[in-house]
């Protein structure tokens, strides 16, 4: 699909989806800038960050108010569960920060994948789940969805989960999901949601504008000097 079939789709009312806020900024300013070249008067195209689409059409998610974390909050969570359970001597030796957020991390790859903590068994992982690393990291994902459930807190790949789990949404009109580079399970389920629905669904994906040159340069030493030269624009 090129950039002006897209741009078609949104003249006829289709939804584009990205993967994150900036490519949805791209494409809007891209789509704007291209009709006013055109000198025509339009509306702002029905673009969104796939996240903010579905904050959109999925409020709320249950009957009681939920908070859906960032990364940073989620992060701040975990490192305070992290330095709870760690003895004083070894903070200095897992660094709190960084490990919540490998810890977050991991979390949210779990969940990405349909899967959660009851999953990571012997049966499994194998010997894996008996090593250190992995008895730490379900001894903090478990105290951490304890407290997500307490307060009703939910993470981003959570609140994809209960989208996933639910109803499709109402919106009839086509969806493009653009820059995608791979649909994850938790995402190929939405999308089978929505294809209950007889929702049509198309990918678009970023087409790279950089163009390659051969040079020819004299000697080595002005080759150097060039890739010098080149290196103060980055």
């Known amino acids: 699909m090129s950039y002006q079939e897209l741009f078609e789709k949104l003249d006829a009312g289709a939804w584009v989806l990205t993967a994150n806020s900036r490519m949805a900024r791209f494409l ?22 796939l996240r903010e689409f579905c904050l959109k059409n999925f409020p709320p998610l249950d009957l009681d108010p939920v908070k859906i974390l960032t990364s940073f909050e989620a992060c701040l969570i975990f490192k305070k569960i992290i330095i709870k359970n760690t003895h004083d001597y070894a903070l200095g030796l897992i660094q709190p920060e960084s490990t919540a957020k490998s810890a977050y991390a991991a979390y949210e790859s779990l969940l990405e994948a349909c899967l959660d903590l009851k999953d990571l068994s012997v049966e ?16 903090w994902a478990d105290e951490f969805e304890k407290i997500c459930a307490e307060k009703n807190f939910i993470t981003e790949q959570g609140f994809f ?10 919106e009839r009109a086509e969806i493009v999901l653009a820059g995608f580079d791979r649909v994850s399970p938790r995402l190929n389920l939405i999308i089978k949601n929505w294809e209950k629905e007889s929702k049509k ?8 504008r950089a163009q390659k040159y ?15 030269e080149l290196a103060k624009d980055f």
């Open 28 to 49: 809007i300013k891209s789509y704007l800038d291209l009709k006013r070249s055109e000198l025509k008067v339009c509306l702002s195209p029905r673009v969104l960050s």
């Open 214 to 228: 051969k040079l020819g340069l004299k000697d080595r030493a002005h080759e150097f000097k060039f890739l010098a």
């Open 124 to 139: 499994t992982l194998g010997d894996l789940v008996n090593t250190p690393e992995t008895g730490s990291f379900l001894s």
């Open 201 to 208: 669904i198309n990918f678009f994906k970023f087409k790279s």
């Open 161 to 170: 989960k209960k989208i996933s789990d639910g109803e499709g949404v109402g």
